[in-house]
């Protein structure tokens, strides 16, 4: 079985901002990608952030 090389992204992100951390993670993704990675791990929750409280229902994914 060939090796696997992954890549970590150490961010919180900001908070309640989707559109902003998706283009982290897409910029994120693309440098661990040209440098040979084949996998990508992003910190739970990054998208939204832990302590959304009532934007929760606007954050919620259908």
């Given at each position: 079985?060939?090796?696997?090389?992954?890549?970590?992204?150490?961010?919180?992100?900001?908070?309640?901002?989707?559109?902003?951390?998706?283009?982290?993670?897409?910029?994120?993704?693309?440098?661990?990608?040209?440098?040979g990675?084949?996998?990508?791990?992003?910190?739970?929750?990054?998208?939204t952030?832990?302590?959304?409280?009532?934007?929760?229902?606007?954050?919620?994914?259908p």
């Open positions: 079985m060939p090796a696997l090389r992954t890549a970590l992204l150490q961010s919180s992100g900001e908070l309640g901002d989707v559109a902003a951390n998706l283009k982290v993670l897409d910029e994120a993704a693309a440098r661990a990608a040209a440098a990675a084949g996998v990508l791990l992003a910190p739970e929750l990054f998208l952030g832990y302590a959304i409280g009532a934007d929760i229902a606007r954050l919620a994914e």
